[in-house]
């Protein structure tokens, strides 16, 4: 009676662990887009940031459909209310309620800062990604144009512009919109100046493609993640520069009001202790402005990730 000798395990023996291929692939890599959301849900105080700057949004559009005053007729006999019944948070010295009014003046900041934010981040997209595309004269021109506008103090410059023409809404978004674009615009510049060696912009040229053709489909969209993280931060300064205005009085027009406005009506009885008149449109701006730039600081972790597939 013979033996065979005991060989290696057969491959196809199911009890026997099938070998891993070098270099095989355990499923699917994650798009650039779910690593950044991930990134971004791990960021608490971005979060945090989402949620209030949600809560503003329906406490100005939203709350004055739900709480009714009048934010336009002038009472003088109910001047300087402290809160109370009927007033939560005291009148002011026209007699308004200040909640309403807190709501009616974050309406008028709110949508200067996103409408004017949207502005400066489409035409400072277009002029640095045209300027950084094509170098040369062209980007020299464009950037000394940049660069001399820069030079000017923008507040200056805006309480220039709004002396000239009578503030309304249209015109602080106009105003504000077309001064706040020269940031966006060397940021994209700086990106497109990278992105127009890239092999596929190369081949658009190469294939016959237009200029306007690479700028539009191959630059543009690529440094989209610098310009979002840049347009959350415009937001909040564009909101700041509306609060400056009004509180220099040179904001939008009475009746209408915004948060800088009700802070600059409460500091003329800041000796009489109307707490009221002060605080609440001083504190809706800073958080505010601070929920938005965590926004922004959340977006721009988010957009860094991209670098870990480079």
């Not at 507040?155 to 706040?180: C, D, E, K, Y």
């Not at 009700?262 to 003329?268: E, F, H, I, K, S």
């Amino acid at each position: 009676m013979t033996t065979m000798a005991a060989g290696p395990a057969s491959a196809s023996d199911p009890s026997q662990p099938e070998p891993t291929q070098p270099g095989h692939l355990q499923g699917k890599p994650r798009s650039l887009f779910s690593l950044g959301f991930e990134v971004f849900v791990q960021n608490k105080l971005a979060i945090a940031g989402i949620v209030v700057v949600v809560l503003a949004l329906l406490f100005c559009f939203v709350g004055p459909l739900l709480y009714r005053t009048d934010q336009v007729s002038v009472d003088l006999s109910s001047a300087n209310l402290a809160p109370g019944a009927g007033h939560p948070l005291g009148t002011d010295g026209s007699g308004y309620d200040v909640l309403g009014r807190l709501m009616v003046g974050g309406q008028t900041s709110l949508i200067v800062g996103l409408a004017a934010a949207a502005i400066a981040t489409i035409v400072g997209t277009v002029w640095g990604a045209i300027a950084g595309f094509f170098g040369g004269v062209i980007d020299g021109v464009m950037m000394r144009i940049v660069d001399a506008i820069l030079a000017i103090p923008i507040l200056f410059l805006l309480l220039f512009l709004v002396t000239i023409v009578r503030p309304s809404l249209p015109v602080m978004i106009f105003v504000i919109g077309l001064t706040a674009w020269l940031v966006p615009a060397r940021l994209v510049r700086g990106e497109s100046l990278t992105l127009r060696v890239r092999e596929y912009v190369q081949a658009v040229r190469v294939m016959g493609g237009s200029s306007w053709r690479s700028v539009t489909r191959h630059i543009m969209p690529n440094v989209i993640g610098t310009v979002i993280v840049n347009t959350t931060f415009q937001v909040a300064d564009a909101i700041l520069l509306v609060a400056y205005l009004g509180y220099l009085g040179l904001g939008i027009s009475p009746p209408a009001t915004d948060w800088g406005a009700m802070l600059a009506g409460g500091t003329q009885y800041v000796f009489l202790n109307y707490w009221w008149l002060i605080y609440p449109a001083g504190a809706a701006i800073i958080i505010v402005v601070v929920a938005v730039n965590l926004v922004g600081d959340g977006l721009r972790d988010a957009v860094e990730v991209r670098l870990q597939r480079r």
